[in-house]
């Protein structure tokens, strides 16, 4: 939906619909905030895979969003990954879980501007923010759209306007990291006489580690170091540009004939130093760039969405606090860290030289150890994740599993209850828990259930950190965390969670109604 910005009003305003814009704008929609996008494209990205791997914790979002069947007849899933092109022993971090996706980043854009659509996301193409003037009271956007300079005024900014972000210079956030001095072309091409047939990830001593792997049946992804910097970084890779690439770093082109996509990457590494600066936030790659290998800049993007976007739809909607907010620099920033460090390790294992030779014969040695790669797969796909939001329970912080829950409604799994993006309190026979939960009953579901026969056994499986002891009631924030818990056949810990539920969602009101979804809820 294009929209006329001289008119439009919003809560948030949100500045680049790249996949980190459309999944935070899907997200406050869910909470019931006005939202408008801008973005400086006239339309959604057409054809380029540029982001095609979406790790498993991101694919637990989805599924809790009602996407996971939209991206799972698109992609391909994969039951194992490479680690910069080397091989990992046979592991299995989460069997509910691929190690990863593969999906054209165009069409995850796709699914996720239908969706923001369907939930009523204004989106004001060729619109580009220019400045902003913030006050006590709101925060100003100027634009410059189709019919010239204009402006919109909202509580808060989000810039997830990727790694050049206008939103960060424009707030002045420092964004220290590496310069980069290797640089990489990416594309996918066709090719006249591929290599090996459905192609190879090659090693040799003047490129290092290049990937030519056939994608599709016509198509090859190819990676490869350049040996100069290009003159433009910012200007298209052409197909004479790309053979060149090919031959110096090959010896052939491998009848390179047509690409229909092409970019540059470099071994640049940024990360800002605040998340948050008084009415603006940044998310996705406004926040934190890194070499593309390893496959994580999408999947940070969309988890930053889902962090910040039931955030600010408490502290607009449902009266939590302002200071709910800075969780978000607190929780985003150390995860983007490690995963930044991450990702520089694999970046130099791609590179040529005879010390990094080395380096990936140990490495490629340690990965056969299965418990490494299990380690290591616990990063990749996120699903080791854990805020911290307290030691009293292993659980707390960490996702929380897809429960199965038997209702007197019926059956039900906890990633549906997730759906409308509310937080959701399991009630597995505590006792005590509607007396403490009741000033709450309008911002939370309460669900009563009994646990499906998996995870009746008395104990849960925290895949890599082991077994821990069962629960019988557990706070389930929006995006998926574990916030409160209590042990299993000990009495409600009244204070322990009143707190948590004021931490989370506010001050205590007095409710005279509760909601209901599905499942039975009580107030
Ligand atoms: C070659 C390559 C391979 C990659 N592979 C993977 C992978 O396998 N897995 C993975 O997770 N990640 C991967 N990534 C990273 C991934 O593509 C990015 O992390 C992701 O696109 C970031 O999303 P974003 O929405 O934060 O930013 P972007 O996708 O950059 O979107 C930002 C949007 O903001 C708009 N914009 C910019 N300035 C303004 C302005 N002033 N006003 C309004 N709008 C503006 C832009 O037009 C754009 O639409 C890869 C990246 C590259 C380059």
């Given at each position: 939906m294009n929209i006329d910005i001289s008119t439009a009003r919003a809560r948030v305003v949100i500045a680049g619909a790249g996949p980190t814009g459309l999944m935070l704008a899907a997200e406050l929609r869910l909470g019931g905030i006005e939202v408008v996008v801008v973005e400086c494209r006239p339309a959604g990205?057409?054809?380029?895979?540029?982001?095609?791997?979406?790790?498993?914790?991101?694919?637990?979002?989805?599924?809790?969003?009602?996407?996971?069947?939209?991206?799972?007849?698109?992609?391909?899933?994969?039951?194992?990954?490479?680690?910069?092109?080397?091989?990992?022993?046979?592991?299995?971090?989460?069997?509910?879980?691929?190690?990863?996706?593969?999906?054209?980043?165009?069409q995850t854009e796709r699914i996720l501007a239908a969706r923001a659509a369907e939930l009523g996301v204004r989106i004001a193409w060729s619109t580009a923010v220019t400045g902003l003037r913030e006050d006590d009271d709101g925060v100003e956007v100027l634009l410059d759209g189709p019919a010239g300079p204009a402006s919109i005024r909202a509580d808060y900014l989000v810039g997830c306007d990727g790694g050049h972000s206008v939103v960060?210079?424009?707030?002045?956030?420092?964004?220290?990291?590496?310069?980069?001095?290797?640089?990489?072309?990416?594309?996918?091409?066709?090719?006249?006489?591929?290599?090996?047939?459905?192609?190879?990830?090659?090693?040799?001593?003047?490129?290092?580690?290049?990937q030519i792997s056939r994608a599709e049946p016509e198509w090859f992804?190819?990676?490869?170091?350049?040996?100069?910097?290009?003159?433009?970084?910012?200007?298209?890779?052409?197909?004479?540009?790309?053979r060149e690439v090919m031959r110096d770093g090959l010896g052939t082109d491998h009848g390179l004939r047509e690409a229909r996509w092409a970019s540059h990457f470099s071994d640049g590494f940024r990360q800002v130093t605040e998340y948050r600066r008084g009415r603006v936030f940044l998310a996705g790659d406004?926040?934190?760039?890194?070499?593309?290998?390893?496959?994580?800049?999408?999947?940070?993007?969309?988890?930053?969405?889902?962090?910040?976007?039931?955030?600010?739809?408490?502290?607009?909607?449902?009266?939590?606090?302002?200071?709910?907010?800075?969780?978000?620099?607190?929780?985003?920033?150390?995860?983007?860290?490690?995963?930044?460090?991450?990702?520089?390790?694999q970046t130099a294992l791609i590179k040529p030289g005879t010390q990094n030779d080395a380096l990936r014969d140990v490495v490629a040695d340690m990965l056969t150890v299965p418990e490494v790669c299990l380690r290591l797969s616990g990063i990749l796909s996120r699903l080791d994740l854990r805020y911290p939001l307290g030691e009293a329970h292993p659980l707390l912080g960490r996702r929380a599993p897809d429960l199965a829950l038997t209702t007197d409604n019926g059956d039900a799994h906890l990633f549906d209850l997730l759906r409308r993006a509310r937080p959701v309190l399991i009630d597995l026979g505590a006792d005590g828990l509607s007396e403490a939960f009741a000033p709450w009953a309008d911002r939370v579901d309460l669900v009563d259930a009994r646990l499906?026969?998996?995870?009746?056994?008395?104990?849960?499986?925290?895949?890599?950190?082991?077994?821990?002891?069962?629960?019988?009631?557990?706070?389930?924030?929006?995006?998926?965390?574990?916030?409160?818990?209590?042990?299993?056949?000990?009495?409600v810990n009244r204070d322990d969670l009143v707190g948590a539920l004021a931490r989370w969602l506010g001050a205590a009101r007095t409710c005279y109604a509760a909601t209901t979804f599905g499942t039975a809820v009580r107030g």
């Amino acid at each position: 939906m294009n929209i006329d910005i001289s008119t439009a009003r919003a809560r948030v305003v949100i500045a680049g619909a790249g996949p980190t814009g459309l999944m935070l704008a899907a997200e406050l929609r869910l909470g019931g905030i006005e939202v408008v996008v801008v973005e400086c494209r006239p339309a959604g990205t057409v054809g380029e895979s540029r982001a095609p791997g979406i790790n498993a914790r991101s694919l637990e979002i989805f599924a809790q969003r009602g996407l996971a069947e939209e991206f799972g007849s698109r992609g391909k899933t994969l039951p194992g990954v490479l680690f910069s092109g080397l091989p990992m022993a046979p592991h299995r971090f989460d069997p509910d879980w691929p190690a990863a996706l593969i999906l054209p980043q165009h069409q995850t854009e796709r699914i996720l501007a239908a969706r923001a659509a369907e939930l009523g996301v204004r989106i004001a193409w060729s619109t580009a923010v220019t400045g902003l003037r913030e006050d006590d009271d709101g925060v100003e956007v100027l634009l410059d759209g189709p019919a010239g300079p204009a402006s919109i005024r909202a509580d808060y900014l989000v810039g997830c306007d990727g790694g050049h972000s206008v939103v960060r210079k424009l707030c002045g956030i420092p964004f220290p990291g590496d310069e980069p001095v290797s640089f990489w072309v990416v594309g996918d091409v066709r090719l006249d006489s591929p290599p090996d047939g459905n192609g190879v990830f090659g090693r040799n001593e003047r490129i290092g580690t290049y990937q030519i792997s056939r994608a599709e049946p016509e198509w090859f992804r190819l990676s490869l170091m350049r040996a100069t910097p290009p003159a433009d970084r910012s200007a298209p890779v052409t197909l004479d540009e790309l053979r060149e690439v090919m031959r110096d770093g090959l010896g052939t082109d491998h009848g390179l004939r047509e690409a229909r996509w092409a970019s540059h990457f470099s071994d640049g590494f940024r990360q800002v130093t605040e998340y948050r600066r008084g009415r603006v936030f940044l998310a996705g790659d406004a926040a934190h760039t890194h070499s593309p290998i390893g496959g994580q800049g999408l999947n940070l993007g969309i988890q930053d969405a889902v962090n910040l976007g039931w955030k600010l739809a408490a502290v607009l909607g449902r009266g939590a606090d302002d200071s709910l907010l800075d969780t978000y620099h607190a929780e985003r920033h150390p995860i983007a860290a490690a995963v930044l460090r991450l990702t520089k390790a694999q970046t130099a294992l791609i590179k040529p030289g005879t010390q990094n030779d080395a380096l990936r014969d140990v490495v490629a040695d340690m990965l056969t150890v299965p418990e490494v790669c299990l380690r290591l797969s616990g990063i990749l796909s996120r699903l080791d994740l854990r805020y911290p939001l307290g030691e009293a329970h292993p659980l707390l912080g960490r996702r929380a599993p897809d429960l199965a829950l038997t209702t007197d409604n019926g059956d039900a799994h906890l990633f549906d209850l997730l759906r409308r993006a509310r937080p959701v309190l399991i009630d597995l026979g505590a006792d005590g828990l509607s007396e403490a939960f009741a000033p709450w009953a309008d911002r939370v579901d309460l669900v009563d259930a009994r646990l499906g026969l998996a995870e009746s056994r008395g104990r849960w499986h925290l895949p890599v950190f082991g077994d821990v002891s069962a629960v019988d009631a557990l706070l389930v924030r929006p995006d998926g965390y574990v916030a409160w818990v209590n042990p299993a056949a000990r009495p409600v810990n009244r204070d322990d969670l009143v707190g948590a539920l004021a931490r989370w969602l506010g001050a205590a009101r007095t409710c005279y109604a509760a909601t209901t979804f599905g499942t039975a809820v009580r107030g």
